[in-house]
């Protein structure tokens, strides 16, 4: 029968429970962790209170165990001693002289009951002039009725069944020296809580008449009890107390070593944000001050090689600026006529004409080197700024297009574009992006051997992407990080087709660093290669994800179809067929 709509209610509310508790649990488990993991202090001090636990245990236990030994041998050695000489006194007592003719007569008849009774109250000291004993006394003859006698409250059955054997073998075997004892915990009569016990087993045999006693004494150990569960506690309270004073010492220990440390980091994370005169104060003449004296010294010389580094650093940007305004002058003149020879090329004799032709190429060349030459300076230099407005991208990747379909179209190269329907709107610097796009599609048209070369767009709520595929000779292993170098070629030997200066893909990364981006690469040898460029949709955020996937799909969907076509082998079949899945 199919549970009721209650059950399943109930069910579910207590799987929501149930994963709550969990998720409380796994949450201040991990804060437990990270607490564990980034104090040192509370490292060392529950290092110290395990071990010191371990220790203490390990210590009271055996220190117990050897007192427990001592008292419990000591007693049971001291209630032997005294069962021995009340069987002395019985034997003694029960024993007729052989003068006295009452107790000559009593050699054959039984022993009268005043005679036992006066035994019994001079062992157990509950007569006139005796001292009443901690123990109780039990004297047994059952060949004879009437010859047993009981101290207290104890009764026969509060005799242990294998001492009582015992004795009863050796009385059989002639053993009158046999004396056993046993630990019981025994429950008389009259109380209402058994109590331990060590009851001691003899016998007294008469030579006169022949006849054999069995005494037993029990001795309580009340008093040994008490003792041992004081001595317990004593060791609980001593052992706990040297656990908490081991803990505080190692509080103070750590504390002691890890305050430097701590100020040591604090000043190291300050120096790291910028702030070069941080020192740290020097105590003492120990380990710890050695520590600070060598910080301060390190931090003296990274303030002065960051301060020298700076000044170089400002000496290299007033020579790039110094060189390129003077490059720039003779290189306008240059130019202008270059331009005029140019355009009066036709005039000139063929060798003149080819050599205004290549002076032109190579004029524009070195322009564009010098400009890209000036950006990476910049970027060295920490000036580069953004001029952000919002963009939808999808017209940034239309104009890049544009200025790159006259270059497409020498190489026999057609452009696919994938754009989405709805604006892409993105807060960046509308240069610096388009710039990149152009170094992408003049990189896949260079490399991508005529074939045609996909553009593909995307978005999502926090980035945008774009994707440039080409299906030229692709990139080797590790060749995905390096292109972005500078002045890198894949293949030294091949040419530079349209002209390019080798620092296009540098400043494109540094242009996507620059927003907060990402610029990657992706290739196979004879696939081609593939360019992503993912962008937050608002300035300032952290990427977390990009809305394109950096390998194609066409690829992705190749490897999972192998994946899936790759034959597994089964465990062999009863008659040794093997299966493949399928």
């Given amino acids: 029968m199919p549970p009721t709509k209650k059950k399943r209610t109930r069910r579910r509310t207590f799987r929501q429970i149930l ?11 991990g804060r437990t962790r990270s607490v564990w993991r980034r104090s040192l202090q509370l490292q060392v001090v529950t290092s110290t209170l395990v071990i010191s636990v371990i220790v203490v245990v390990v210590l009271g236990t055996f220190l117990f165990g050897q007192i427990n030994k001592s008292v419990v041998d000591s007693s049971q050695r001291s209630a032997a001693s005294e069962a021995f000489a009340d069987r002395l006194q019985i034997a003694d007592a029960l024993t007729p002289e052989t003068d006295d003719p009452a107790k000559q007569a009593a050699g054959g008849e039984p022993l009268s ?22 123990y109780e006394v039990l004297i047994l003859n059952e060949t004879t009725p009437g010859q047993s006698r009981a101290s207290g409250s104890v009764l026969p059955a509060n005799v242990p069944l294998t001492l009582r054997m015992t004795l009863q073998r050796n009385i059989r075997e002639y053993k009158w020296e ?25 016998i007294v045999h008469l ?14 150990f009340d008093e040994e009890e008490a003792l041992l569960s004081n001595v317990r506690l004593a060791i609980v309270v001593v052992g706990l107390g040297l656990v908490l004073l081991l803990a505080a010492i190692a509080y103070l220990v750590a504390r002691q070593v890890v305050t430097p440390v701590r100020l040591a980091r604090q000043a ?43 000044e170089l650093s400002q000496v290299q940007r007033q020579f790039v600026s110094d060189v390129s305004h003077e490059l720039r002058t003779p290189l306008t003149t240059v130019r202008m006529a270059a331009d005029l020879l140019y355009d009066a090329r036709e005039d000139f004799e063929p060798m003149a004409a080819r050599s205004a032709e290549l ?15 000036l950006e990476i300076s910049r970027y060295d230099a920490g000036a580069a700024t953004l001029d952000l407005e919002p963009v939808d991208i999808r017209d940034v990747v239309l104009r890049a297009i544009g200025d790159s379909e006259a270059l497409a179209e020498r190489h026999g190269t057609r452009f696919e574009l994938r754009l989405p329907n709805e604006p892409c709107v993105a807060e960046i610097d509308n240069r610096r992006v388009e710039r990149i796009l152009r170094n992408l599609l003049f990189n896949a048209i260079e490399h991508g051997e005529g074939r045609d070369i996909v553009v593909t767009v995307g978005a999502d709520r926090d980035a945008v992407a774009i994707a440039v595929r080409d ?5 080797k292993a590790g060749e995905d990080t390096m292109v972005f170098d500078r002045f890198w070629r894949a293949d030294p030997s091949r040419a530079r087709t349209i002209g390019g200066t080798g620092l296009g893909l540098a400043i494109s990364r540094e242009d996507a660093t620059l927003h907060g981006g990402w610029l990657q690469a992706w290739g196979q040898p004879g696939e081609g290669s593939q360019f992503r460029l993912t962008l937050p949709r608002n300035a300032g955020v952290d990427l977390k994800g990009s809305p394109l996937s950096l390998v194609p799909p066409e690829i992705e969907m190749r490897r999972t179809w192998r994946t899936a076509m790759t034959p597994v082998l089964l465990p062999a079949s009863g008659d040794g067929a093997e299966h493949d899945e399928e």
């Fill in 113 to 134: 009951g005043n005679l036992l009774d006066e035994v019994m109250d001079t062992i157990t000291g509950s007569g006139e002039n005796g001292s009443e004993k901690r």
């Fill in 471 to 475: 299906h030229g000779i692709g990139l």
């Fill in 19 to 29: 994963g709550g508790v969990r998720r409380r649990v796994r949450r201040a488990a």
């Fill in 268 to 310: 190291a994370e300050r120096l790291a944000s910028g702030r070069l005169d941080e020192r740290l104060k020097v105590r003492g003449e120990d380990d710890l001050a050695r520590l600070a004296n060598s910080f301060n010294e390190m931090a003296a010389n990274l303030a002065l090689k960051i301060h020298q580094l700076e």
């Fill in 207 to 220: 030579t006169t008449n022949g006849r054999t006693y069995e005494v037993y004494h029990f001795f309580p």
């Fill in 359 to 373: 002076m032109q190429a190579q004029l524009e060349r070195f322009e564009s080197m010098l400009a890209d030459l």
């Fill in 178 to 202: 046999k004396v056993t004892g046993f630990t019981q915990v025994i429950k008389f009569h009259d109380q209402s809580q058994p109590r331990l016990t060590y009851v001691v087993g003899g």
